[in-house]
């Protein structure tokens, strides 16, 4: 019989030694449970062959074809990824929808002897309790708000004194996204639905009767908004706020945005729309500077023309209450460890 789960936490607890997803790559790819094995038993031009058959044709015809395919691939999955594992091994399988796709491929898997059990709604069931946690429940956690202008290091620092110990939610991390204006990464983001299954699988290991540390944000990192739940904890947390001289700052935003400001066609395209809000001339500074390959000083104009001021008009609308300052005078790897143990200080004494 189907497993049904009534909360997220319930499903993070299933217990089982496997989550295994055997929807299409395409499916897996915009989102999954964190941790779940892509193992699908139609590929993503065999779900659409088999979905137009069944609309334009007959779905009898659909169903005998996406059966032959699903049991083939079952069997090469179970061949080729699954031949090791022991007579006790326990897999949970989703689909969709809980219906064949997860169906047929846990009943193979139970033929061998296999203790596999399949989720009752699959990933829509899923999906709804992620929903329900991050928009529709107040989230229990007390959160703690890092802030810093910008360039001072703020997500390294979160990321050490986590290491120390520290409960964080690391948000630019799973959103793959550097958080301003230039903080595109070589790689996409997560969709939507992806960013807000990671987030509510990080808060899910994280114990509610502790602070957790959260680096201060807007309500969107990139093109990713931050669920209502953890934005709604967010603007009311108490903050710590990360002191670096300028110089510091420009030092460290030239090394850690490189890989843009060596990119100048992208540069150009990322702030030429800013004339609209910082006047045609401060654009044209920088773009003289971008045009000299200036680096610094085009990171030291940006800093003092456009992050510094948004940053100063953001925090005043929130107007959040700062509770503790953490200063560091270098963003070298001396700085920035003993900007984390002061950080986990302060964090230990809330």
Same mark, same amino acid.
């Given at each position: 019989m189907a497993l049904k789960f009534t909360s997220?936490?319930?499903?993070?607890?299933?217990?089982?030694?496997?989550?295994?997803?055997?929807?299409?790559?395409?499916?897996?790819?915009?989102?999954?449970?964190?941790?779940?094995?892509?193992?699908?038993?139609?590929?993503?031009?065999?779900?659409?062959?088999?979905?137009?058959?069944?609309?334009?044709?007959?779905?009898?015809?659909?169903?005998?074809?996406?059966?032959?395919?699903?049991?083939?691939?079952?069997?090469?999955?179970?061949?080729?990824?699954?031949?090791?594992h022991e007579g006790g091994w326990k897999p949970l399988v989703y689909c969709w929808r809980g =219906?064949?796709? &997860?169906?047929?491929?846990?009943?193979?898997? !139970?033929?061998?002897?296999? $203790?596999?059990?399949? @989720? /009752?709604?699959?990933?829509?069931?899923?999906?709804?309790?992620?929903?329900?946690?991050?928009?529709?429940?107040?989230?229990?956690?007390?959160?703690?708000a890092l802030d810093g202008y910008t360039g001072s290091a703020k997500t390294e620092v979160l990321k050490r004194a986590g290491a120390l110990g520290v409960q964080v939610l690391d948000l630019e991390g799973l959103a793959n996204h550097r958080g301003s204006?230039?903080?595109?990464?070589?790689?996409?983001?997560?969709?939507?639905? =992806?960013?807000? &299954?990671?987030?509510?699988?990080?808060?899910? !290991?994280?114990?509610?009767? $502790?602070?957790?540390? @959260? /680096?201060?944000?807007?309500?969107?990192?990139?093109?990713?908004?931050?669920?209502?739940?953890?934005?709604?904890?967010?603007?009311?947390?108490?903050?710590?706020?990360?002191?670096?001289?300028?110089e510091a700052r420009c030092r460290y935003l030239v090394e850690a945005y490189d890989d843009i400001l060596s990119d100048t066609a992208k540069l150009r395209e990322k702030l030429g729309p800013l004339r609209a809000h910082r006047s045609g001339a401060v654009v044209d500074g920088w773009f003289e500077k971008i045009a000299a390959g200036d680096k610094a000083g085009l990171t030291a104009l940006l800093m003092a023309e456009h992050y510094d001021p948004a940053y100063r008009k953001s925090r005043a609308a929130i107007g959040a209450e700062v509770v503790a300052t953490v200063e560091a005078s270098a963003l070298d790897e001396a700085g920035l460890d003993e900007a984390a143990a002061r950080l986990a200080a302060v964090m230990a004494e809330l």
């Open positions: 997220l936490q319930e499903f993070y607890a299933h217990g089982f030694d496997a989550v295994i997803d055997v929807r299409s790559p395409a499916e897996f790819a915009e989102d999954h449970v964190p941790g779940a094995i892509s193992l699908p038993v139609l590929d993503n031009n065999e779900r659409a062959e088999v979905g137009t058959i069944y609309v334009q044709d007959s779905p009898f015809k659909a169903r005998k074809l996406g059966a032959a395919l699903v049991f083939r691939n079952a069997a090469n999955h179970i061949e080729q990824h699954l031949s090791h =219906g064949q796709r &997860s169906g047929s491929f846990t009943w193979m898997l !139970q033929q061998i002897g296999w $203790r596999a059990e399949v @989720v /009752e709604g699959g990933y829509q069931s899923y999906r709804r309790l992620v929903h329900k946690a991050m928009y529709e429940t107040r989230l229990p956690h007390r959160l703690v204006l230039l903080g595109d990464m070589p790689t996409p983001q997560p969709s939507q639905k =992806g960013f807000e &299954s990671a987030v509510a699988g990080a808060l899910m !290991q994280l114990d509610p009767a $502790r602070p957790v540390l @959260v /680096e201060a944000e807007s309500n969107k990192i990139g093109q990713r908004i931050i669920p209502p739940a953890v934005w709604d904890a967010m603007k009311p947390a108490p903050r710590i706020e990360l002191q670096v001289p300028a």
